[in-house]
């Protein structure tokens, strides 16, 4: 495999001037670039990325950090990043915490090292000294909705309130009064967002309803163990609402295997609207979170703090509704 020498060699240049005809850090007349590039197709050579970085100053590269590469929201998520910064000549790097703060503050360190410029945070699951840290660092970054805006600092704020109320405006306009919530766990933040934005809703339309609240994990079987809990209670709401799709997959399947029917003895409504939603039986109903909308932006976002070191990052809402399909339908009357 060639090297640098090996190029400076065909030339008739310094590694130096070389450097700085594939950096473009300093006036190299056209004869002599045209030389080195000549030599570079002849001996077929790859510059280090790295060692461009370093030499430039600049990198095309963004870290991402996700929670959870197994849950199907994320990678539909990935996609929409990665898209959106090939878009702009910027590739990914990933890494996935497995909803551990520990590894989200790991991970961001070994990208600061890497001269990235820029990290999207799309997880929940940090410690206040990571966000200190990346201030000082004067780090590029776009958080969602576990950050706030400020130099360098962007952040993407979940509208969940909307899709929520939405959600449970729905189950009211078919009978239901009996609504309980599967939610994330407690320590996350856009789990506490989500736990919210229910009470908030319930105590506004259902104010005489009893708490129903289940503590899930963002999980399939979180939503399983929560619907046995639910099984388990005096008495069977008519509805349930699951702070994400995959805990309403599990809740469904526990549910159909005590013997339930899904709608017509239990309505149950998730959150996310990731693509097998739509495929499940029944198809669920759920509160749509546009993924590809929050992909641009949080690219977007990131170039806006990057373009300038000095720009005072932005705090964008992303909208959600709910999508009616056919995990929900009139309240029954009367306890199973």
């Known amino acids: 495999m060639s090297s640098i020498k090996d190029i400076a060699s065909e030339a008739g240049v310094s590694t130096a001037t070389v450097s700085h005809v594939i950096n473009k850090t300093r006036f190299v007349s056209e004869a002599v670039r045209t030389r080195v590039l000549q030599a570079i197709e002849l001996h077929d050579y790859y510059p280090n990325a790295h060692a461009r970085s370093l030499a430039s100053g600049n990198s ?39 909803y551990d703060a520990g590894r989200t503050s790991h991970y961001v360190r070994r990208f600061i090292e890497r001269k990235v410029a ?4 799309m997880t929940s699951e940090m410690d206040k000294s990571l966000i200190d840290e990346l201030a000082r660092r004067e780090v590029s970054v776009v958080f969602l909705d576990s950050g706030a805006a400020g130099l360098h ?23 239901h009064t009996n609504v309980a ?40 079987e979180g939503g399983r163990r929560a619907a046995l809990e639910i099984l388990a209670a005096f008495e069977l709401p008519t509805a349930v609402v699951a702070a994400n799709d995959l805990m309403a997959f599990g809740a469904i399947s526990e549910f159909r295997r005590a013997g339930l029917n899904v709608p017509r003895d239990i309505s149950v409504v998730g959150f996310d609207d990731i693509a097998f939603s739509s495929l499940i039986e029944p198809a669920l109903t759920t509160v749509n979170l546009p993924l590809c909308e929050l992909g641009r932006l949080a690219v977007e976002a990131l170039l806006t ?14 909208p959600t509704r709910l999508i009616v399909r056919n995990s929900t339908a009139a309240a029954r009357t009367g306890n199973l």
């Open 181 to 220: 919530f599967i939610s994330g766990l407690p320590h996350l933040h856009s789990a506490k967002r989500r736990l919210e934005a229910f009470r908030q809703t319930m105590r506004t339309v259902l104010p005489n309803a009893p708490e129903q609240i289940y503590t899930g994990d963002f999980r399939i």
């Open 60 to 98: 095309r590269i963004l870290g991402l950090v996700i929670s959870d590469i197994a849950n199907p929201f994320i990678p539909e998520l990935v996609k929409s990043i990665e898209a959106a910064a090939f878009e702009h000549g910027y590739d990914v790097f990933l890494s996935n915490t497995n």
């Open 305 to 318: 703090t990057l373009s300038s070191p000095t720009q005072h990052g932005i705090e964008l809402l992303i």
């Open 118 to 121: 820029g990290v999207a945070l």
């Open 153 to 175: 600092m962007s952040n993407l704020r979940v509208g969940y309130a909307e899709g929520i109320k939405q959600a449970i405006l729905h189950l009211v306009e078919l009978g």
